[in-house]
């Protein structure tokens, strides 16, 4: 099964949010560099072994224009956009997708350069052909690249995910047929719902709403 790999927040600023995250938490959260793609950067906490949480925000370097950190750097506050789950054989997964009808680009990689310096890179499956948005997952395959569940600050654990839709049937046809690891419950719209552990207390994150509510 393809298990959460992690959460992705998106924020205005790496300010925006890692503060709003440290409010909620008491865990703030460590700069992870710059996306080699995408005019973006991001800041890394663990929520496990092999998981862990994204806050991901406009390269404070500069953004393209219609990039995606020119949008973020639009956002009000910030949000859970969406998640990803592991997999270290995306060329399966690619198989999988178009028994499904749906497709898979098996060659998009991703990476980013961290704040000593050090290239890395991973591959990104993103799921295209259906209609639920970010509710269904990417895929991600670290290849040889270390894990940042296992090099991020720790405080903080994934307690449960799961994808809500008013569609529950197809989205299952979906998460089945892709080994997905995240049960699927009845709800007014589609989104995503995390509830995590923290120093605090519990803290549930909802797709499209400001962090903490």
């Not at 990039?67 to 690619?94: E, F, I």
């Not at 709800?187 to 549930?204: K, R, W, Y």
Request: hydrophobic content about 45%; glycine content about 10%.
């Amino acid at each position: 099964m393809a298990a959460v790999d992690h959460l992705t927040v998106v924020a205005p600023s790496s300010e925006a949010g890692m503060e709003a995250f440290e409010a909620l938490t008491d865990v703030r959260a460590a700069p992870g560099g710059r996306h080699t793609v995408n005019g973006t950067a991001n800041a890394l906490l663990s929520l496990g072994r092999r998981c862990f949480l994204e806050i991901m925000y406009p390269d404070p370097e500069g953004q393209p224009a219609e990039s995606l950190g020119a949008r973020l750097a639009k956002l009000s506050a910030p949000m859970l956009a969406n998640y990803l789950v592991a997999t270290n054989d995306m060329d399966r997964v690619v198989l999988a997708a178009a028994r499904l009808g749906l497709a898979i680009d098996p060659d998009f990689t991703m990476g980013r350069r961290t704040p000593a310096g050090e290239a890395l890179s991973w591959r990104i499956g993103v799921v295209a052909g259906h209609d639920f948005g970010a509710v269904v997952p990417h895929f991600i395959d670290w290849g040889a690249t270390p894990h940042p569940g296992t090099t991020s600050p720790v405080g903080c654990t994934l307690r449960s995910l799961r994808a809500v839709t008013p569609e529950v049937e197809s989205l299952a046809r979906i998460h089945e047929g892709l080994a997905i690891d995240v049960p699927v419950a009845a709800g007014p719209a589609h989104g995503i719902e995390a509830v995590l552990d923290t120093p605090n207390g519990q803290l549930v994150l909802r797709s499209g709403e400001r962090l903490g509510g």
